[in-house]
């Protein structure tokens, strides 16, 4: 029996840097970052199976019908999910797949997949973390008054998760999401085949 990949679930409030630490990790080809699907359209500047698999409400909805999406929500009228297609066939090859989703389809995946393995990304604090926002100067005081509110009671939900990590200097941060994988790479839940190995060869 091969060994399988495992299903990693990465969350975290907005501009806590996940996107950071996630590009460093992503650079070993033992992962695989799975691409949430929309049927909202395309942004611009925006690439079909990069930022997103966009498709149709109605294919969205057939795959909801036909037990063909991990996890799914709806928001300003437009679905959003994690395809299960892709996970399932990566998984099986032994990659590691990694999610990039908001805590409650974190909750979701881990109900479903209960073996899946939940990180949360908490930022040094959250004053910080407001001034990591206002730092990229994209949005109005209002908007980020809205995201602080938003990251505030997305960090109570951290508790829930398997691990939880602070994004401070990027080397540590990276090192440190290194030390989490390894550690659920080593689980007796990842490497129940090796005893199944270690007998065959008694």
Do not use: W
């Amino acid at each position: 029996m091969s060994k399988k990949g495992i299903l990693f679930v990465v969350s975290g409030p907005s501009g806590c840097g996940k996107g950071t630490i996630l590009s460093e990790i992503l650079k070993d080809d033992r992962f695989y970052y799975s691409v949430s699907a929309t049927t909202r359209a395309p942004r611009p500047g925006e690439q079909d199976g990069v930022n997103y698999r966009f498709i149709t409400r109605e294919s969205f909805e057939m795959a909801i019908k036909e037990g063909r999406m991990l996890e799914y929500t709806e928001y300003c009228g437009n679905y959003y999910g994690t395809p299960l297609d892709v996970i399932d066939q990566k998984l099986a090859e032994g990659k590691n797949v990694i999610l990039e989703i908001e805590v409650e389809g974190a909750g979701n995946v881990k109900r479903i997949r209960p073996d899946s393995v939940l990180i949360f990304i908490l930022p040094p604090s959250v004053k910080e973390l407001r001034h990591r926002l206002e730092k990229r100067g994209t949005e109005t005081a209002d908007v980020i008054d809205r995201r602080i509110k938003k990251a505030s009671e997305e960090i109570r939900c951290a508790a829930g998760y398997d691990y939880i990590m602070v994004n401070g200097p990027l080397d540590e941060a990276v090192a440190d999401m290194k030390t989490i994988i390894s550690a659920a790479e080593m689980s007796s839940a990842a490497n129940k085949y090796k005893i199944d190995e270690v007998l065959e060869n008694a």
